[in-house]
């Protein structure tokens, strides 16, 4: 499909071999290795975003390949209004070069705008501290959103890094404008008393710092994958230790119930003595167990918590400090730091 300068659009089929012939480029030049490339060649801006391939030249657009991609729509209704516009004096290769970098913006703003949604919700879901277990699905979900993330910050990186290569170089600024080498004289006109390479070194930096916007959004969503997976596991340990001190609990319980279960375990051997005789020895006995194991399962009790909490480092010893003012001298000792801040001050 090619687009003229005044937006009119005509649609053609033509071979690799002839089109390199009618722009005198080599065969290498038309190849685009790269997922993102924009190279001058020829008095040719040759441009690979993604899946849309052109070649600016200064009098026509010519986009290649695009069937089966997406981009008949912007194409016809987007594409074509920007390059009749004649809102500036610049030349065609600025006003092309223009609506390619920002469908190119707009396309990376779409996709972030379609994955922050879902990750917010997902990780407001997850990062709740009553939930006991975190749900397979909202993290199978949160996994997908990730991974479409790290392939928008790796777009994001590679659109950014062949705009800063051809930033640092002034050499390809000045190859990308066309216009220099076809009529020097437009080439010396600018509404704005600036060159033309100033105002392709402007058009580059400007969609450069917007690319640079999105790519601290996507870093910021990324940093806040990564803290809620950090509050996920805290809450995660904070019910497992939970449970684990409750069996602990429950397994002192049973140990001291055992270690007393062993009395009756005699009593019930079929063996006489003279105990079975007294009534009052099965609920003497009975009572004993059972005071006996609730006095061991509370020594164990204490046992736990003593050695399970956190203890409280102790501050370190400070120096004497002294305030000066103009009424008074107070020297306020550490010790009694609080009993004398309201006479320090």
Not at 242 to 262: C, E, H
Request: with cysteine; proline share 3%; net charge negative.
């Amino acid at each position: 499909m090619k687009f003229d300068q005044e937006g009119n659009v005509t649609t053609f089929e033509k071979k690799k071999t002839e089109l390199c012939q009618e722009l005198s480029l080599q065969a290498r030049d038309l190849r685009f290795q790269h997922s993102t490339s924009l190279t001058a060649r020829n008095n040719c801006i040759i441009i690979r975003m993604e899946s849309l391939k052109a070649i600016v030249t200064p009098e026509h657009l010519s986009v290649l390949d695009f069937r089966g991609l997406g981009l008949e729509r912007w194409l016809v209704l987007d594409l074509a209004p920007q390059l009749a516009s004649h809102t500036h004096s610049l030349p065609f290769e600025f006003r092309a070069l223009e609506a390619i970098l920002q469908h190119k913006v707009n396309t990376l703003q779409a996709r972030l705008n379609d994955v922050e949604p879902s990750i917010l919700d997902t990780l407001e879901s997850l990062v709740d501290p009553k939930i006991l277990s975190a749900d397979r699905s909202k993290l199978h979900i949160l996994l997908q959103n990730s991974k479409s993330l790290s392939e928008l910050e790796t777009d994001v990186k590679v659109f950014k890094d062949s705009l800063l290569k051809i930033l640092d170089e002034d050499e390809i600024i000045e190859e990308l404008c066309l216009t220099k080498w076809t009529d020097p004289r437009v080439f010396e006109e600018s509404s704005l008393g600036i060159d033309h390479a100033e105002e392709m070194e402007l058009l580059l930096e400007n969609y450069y710092m917007q690319a640079e916007e999105l790519g601290n959004k996507a870093r910021e969503l990324r940093g806040l994958i990564d803290d809620s997976e950090s509050v996920i596991f805290i809450n995660l340990d904070s019910h497992r230790n939970v449970m684990m001190r409750l069996n602990l609990q429950l397994t002192m319980g049973s140990f001291s119930l055992t270690l007393f279960g062993l009395i009756g375990v005699a009593f019930g051997m079929n063996l006489t003595s003279s105990f079975e005789e007294d009534p009052r020895v099965f609920w003497l006995v009975t009572g004993f167990m059972f005071l006996g194991s609730g006095m061991i399962w509370r020594r164990l009790l204490s046992f736990l918590g003593r050695h399970l909490e956190p203890s409280i480092p102790s501050l370190p010893s400070l120096p004497n400090i002294t305030f000066l003012n103009d009424k008074t001298h107070v020297i306020c000792n550490t010790r009694s730091v609080t009993n004398c801040h309201s006479s320090c001050l």
